[in-house]
């Protein structure tokens, strides 16, 4: 019997694309996020008020995940921008080569901006790098404030906490510094935004955010990041 | 690991099964990379793939264990076993250098106090090693038929009294 070490990542696949990804991502100089959230958290509520917001010139383009449907696609095409659907079929997330193939069509030249809406799911999508800049996490007030302890894996490695639907806080139980202090617990850099993409409050927060991401003054600008892991060498 | 998380061969698992287990992707993935590796080495068997889980890898042990049973059940792997190692968050701290392990998200250092860390592991989702069984060697050519014979006869004679020693699980 032979014992044969192996140490490689049990996705190495995925993540052998998604740095091909990342790599090609950067030499367009696109930024590529990739927003995750359990279903109904209100991603593509989001997603449609940022396009919303943005001038007709913006060079961005939109990849959104479901199981079936072209709903979300559907919905957000109407603002005009590159929309592409991804229907996985089956499964609970998206991973590098879908994202790859959905992007055969286009020409990442006319791009700097790339929204990944994942499969609404808090599980499957942290563990699969789609050669993003950074994993944004959506949470909406309806839910439990207490989620970041329940999956703090997708918490843990999201750069972003959104909270969203602020607009629900008067209805339901949410306690907001809980949930900021539940995200710390488990990733004590995490940067939390709290918005209602509904009524609008927080959205230019949101818009600043992204735009500081996507024009970093070269002394905030992160060095390339090679992995999605956290983990020190 | 070509579009799908999850391809399911035979078996009970269901699409819907799998789209609400996310092991069962990882455990496809584990299966994928065994293979490839044991297309290397014709005709060695697979016996024991080991895996490294952190805890915050955000995969539980126990449902890929069942993943991993119910894809390699009634496959060519059949029976392949997997042994997993999971890894608990542990931090650095950045004041003092203690490495501590993290026990329900406390971060503080239980050495100096600080709250600033880094994580140094606990989101491991790794292969670490496979047990194989290289193939039977053939009894070399220039041997000749009777010779082979012989020997095929050792082989069958000894063969009885060697079963039952073979892999202490």
């Avoid at chain 1, 990733?187 to 609008?200: D, K, Q, Y």
Wanted: hydrophobic letters at 40%; a negative charge; charged letters at 25%.
């Amino acid at each position: 019997m032979d014992r044969v070490p192996l140490e490689k990542k049990v996705l190495s696949e995925n993540d052998r694309i998604a740095a091909a990804l990342r790599a090609r991502f950067h030499a367009h100089g696109i930024l590529c996020l990739n927003l995750i959230s359990s279903p109904g958290a209100g991603k593509t509520t989001l997603l449609e008020q940022t396009l919303a917001r943005f001038g007709r010139d913006e060079r961005v383009a939109i990849l959104t995940g479901d199981v079936q449907t072209d709903n979300d696609a559907r919905r957000l095409a109407r603002f005009g921008f590159p929309v592409r659907q991804i229907t996985t079929g089956g499964a609970c997330h998206l991973d590098a080569r879908m994202v790859e193939r959905a992007l055969a069509e286009w020409r990442l030249d006319d791009l700097d901006l790339l929204l990944i809406e994942n499969v609404g799911n808090l599980v499957c999508p942290a563990s699969y790098d789609l050669g993003e800049a950074a994993k944004i996490v959506v949470l909406s007030v309806a839910e439990g404030d207490d989620k970041p302890l329940k999956y703090p894996a997708i918490f843990f490695r999201a750069e972003l906490l959104i909270l969203s639907k602020t607009d629900l806080l008067p209805h339901v139980p949410f306690d907001m510094a809980a949930a900021r202090d539940n995200s710390r617990r488990v990733h004590p850099e995490i940067e939390v935004l709290e918005l209602s993409a509904t009524s609008g409050a927080g959205m230019e927060t949101w818009l600043d955010w992204l735009e500081a991401r996507r024009h970093p003054t070269p002394a905030a600008a992160p060095a390339p990041v090679a992995t999605s892991t956290k983990s020190a060498p | 690991m070509p579009g799908f998380g999850c391809r399911v061969k035979k078996g009970s698992l269901t699409p819907d099964t799998c789209s609400s287990m996310h092991e069962l992707s990882i455990a496809n993935s584990i299966l994928e990379a065994a293979r490839a590796e044991a297309a290397r080495r014709p005709g060695a068997r697979l016996v024991k793939v080991g895996v490294r889980v952190g805890e915050l890898s955000g995969v539980e042990p126990d449902a890929l264990s069942f993943s991993f049973e119910a894809l390699v059940r009634g496959s060519d792997l059949e029976p392949l076993a997997l042994e997993i190692e999971t890894c608990p968050r542990r931090q650095r701290c950045s004041l003092c250098g203690r490495i501590f392990r993290v026990v329900d998200f406390d971060l503080c250092c239980p050495d100096c106090g600080a709250f600033e860390s880094r994580c140094i592991s606990g989101d491991e989702l790794e292969m670490v090693y496979l047990e194989i069984e290289e193939a039977q060697v053939a009894p070399a050519p220039e041997m000749g038929l009777r010779a082979a014979a012989r020997a095929g006869e050792r082989e069958w004679k000894n063969g009885p009294s060697s079963l039952g020693k073979e892999s202490p699980q």
